[in-house]
């Protein structure tokens, strides 16, 4: 008996947001896996929920530990390069 012919699945897709203004969901335009945006202050984030917040809470571990305040979202600029704008 002949084996089933093997299914390729399909390519994965890259879950991207709109970009914006920090209001409208801006932050580099990266959904991944982070709770809410990285330009939009909040409860803390998951160090790995993306690679700009890793390189946040390696800097400063209250974004990550405590809560994602205004200093943590002037990180994204400071540290990751990205504008918020």
């Known amino acids: 008996m002949e084996a089933p012919a093997a299914v390729e699945a399909p390519a994965a897709v890259e879950a991207r947001g709109s970009g914006g203004t920090a209001g ?3 932050g580099g335009g990266t959904t991944d896996s982070c709770t809410h945006k990285q330009c939009a ?3 803390k ?3 790995g929920c993306n ?3 890793k390189q946040i809470c390696a800097a400063d571990s209250y974004c990550c530990v405590t809560k994602w305040d205004a200093t943590c979202v002037e990180e994204v600029g400071s540290i990751c ?3 918020c704008n």
Do not use: M, N, P, Y
């Open 24 to 26: 409208a969901g801006g």
């Open 41 to 43: 202050t909040g409860s």
């Open 45 to 47: 984030l998951k160090a």
């Open 51 to 53: 690679s700009c917040v």
């Open 81 to 83: 390069g990205l504008s």
